[in-house]
Nanobody
Framework: QAHVVESGGGVVQPGGSLRLSCSVS????????IVWYRQSPGNQGELVAS???????SYALSVKGRFTISSDGPKKPGFLQMNKLEPADTAVYYC??????WGQGVHVTVSS
């Protein structure tokens, strides 16, 4: 069975940056899209960003211009670069690979 591993979370001051990664092992995918979701006390489910196999990306209005989603290829990890972080970005971030496999979630805390 496939296993998704996320990393890169942590605690950062407002205005700071973090880079999340999402890697999958044990799957038969030759290529896959990635979707990032986040959960917080104020929002139990928000689609943050996505990238399709074609490379087409989309973003929530709240993060557009600050976050960038990318992937390096069908057998390489995907990334979510988060810049100019705000307290409202505090959440647990989950990646969904191929519409099927979920990561374990990583905590992001933005606080002074």
């Amino acid at each position: 069975q496939a296993h998704v591993v996320e990393s890169g979370g942590g605690v950062v001051q407002p205005g700071g940056s973090l880079r999340l990664s999402c890697s999958v092992s044990g799957s038969r995918f030759s290529a896959y899209g990635i979707v990032w979701y986040r959960q917080s006390p104020g929002n139990q489910g928000e689609l943050v960003a996505s990238i399709a196999i074609s490379g087409t990306t989309s973003y929530a209005l709240s993060v557009k211009g600050r976050f960038t989603i990318s992937s390096d290829g069908p057998k390489k990890p995907g990334f979510l670069q988060m810049n100019k972080l705000e307290p409202a970005d505090t959440a647990v971030y989950y990646c969904l690979v191929g519409g099927t496999y979920w990561g374990q979630g990583v905590h992001v805390t933005v606080s002074s």
